[in-house]
């Protein structure tokens, strides 16, 4: 199954009532019985990976255990330089040592 989240369609802070107003929503729209014959086996897999989403994410306990297995969302690294003043100090140092040889 892919990301839970992604598969409801909620953010990751999502309260209960989100989730299963997504997931109500979601399976309205993408029920097995709602489609056409040709997409039906599409469709019913579709439909268990949301009912699977649905009973992670419903359940604290599980979805604790979820949260903590993921590794938080990318951030940008920065690197801690020197500050803007410290930076116009060590230019004019180092033009001074210049200056002097």
């Known amino acids: 199954m ?5 598969v409801l369609g909620v953010r990751r802070g ?8 997504a997931y109500r ?23 268990q990976d949301l009912q699977e989403a649905y009973a992670l994410l419903s359940d604290p306990k599980l979805r604790m255990a979820l949260d903590q297995s993921r590794p938080a969302p990318w951030r940008p690294f ?4 020197p500050s803007e003043e410290e930076a116009v100090e060590e230019f ?3 033009l001074l040592r210049s200056m002097m040889r």
């Open 78 to 81: 920065r690197r801690r330089g």
């Open 14 to 21: 999502a309260t209960d009532d989100e989730i299963r107003t």
């Open 25 to 47: 929503r979601r399976a309205k729209a993408i029920h097995p019985d709602t489609v056409p014959e040709l997409r039906r086996d599409e469709a019913t897999r579709r439909f």
């Open 92 to 94: 004019f140092r180092n």
């Open 2 to 6: 892919n990301d839970p989240y992604r």
